[in-house]
């Protein structure tokens, strides 16, 4: 069975930086997906944030874009998220998953944007 283990989050003041890691472990090499982050605000449903196809290639939600940088380690079996310049409306849960089809959810990690 795929497992994704999230990590990395935080409490971080406006304008802070955190690196978010998710590996897979079970029958997955993320290197022949699309991977993807997403999160899920208070309150609010869960959206996608960041991809990475196979090819490399990487796509951004217009919220986060430039601010934010999706990456991978096909040796570590590991989905990465840079997040500079952070902001108040970056608080939520991140999670990752393939983008074609969801495997089970891993439980997230908190990252919490605020002064």
């Known amino acids: 069975q795929v497992r994704f283990t999230e990590s990395g989050g935080g409490l971080v003041q406006p304008g802070g930086s955190l690196r978010l890691s998710c590996a897979a472990s079970?029958?997955?090499?993320?290197?022949?997906?699309?991977m993807a982050w997403y999160r899920q605000p208070p309150g609010k449903q869960r959206e996608l944030v960041a991809r990475?196809?196979?090819?490399?290639?990487?796509w951004y939600a217009l919220s986060i874009k430039g601010r934010f940088t999706i990456s991978r380690d096909g040796a570590k079996n590991t989905v990465y998220l840079q997040m500079n310049d952070l902001e108040s409306e970056d608080t939520a849960v991140y999670f990752c998953n393939r983008f074609d089809r969801f495997e089970p959810w891993g439980q997230g990690t908190q990252v919490t944007v605020s002064s």
């Open positions: 990475i196809f196979s090819g490399g290639g990487t």
């Open positions: 079970g029958n997955i090499n993320i290197s022949n997906y699309i």
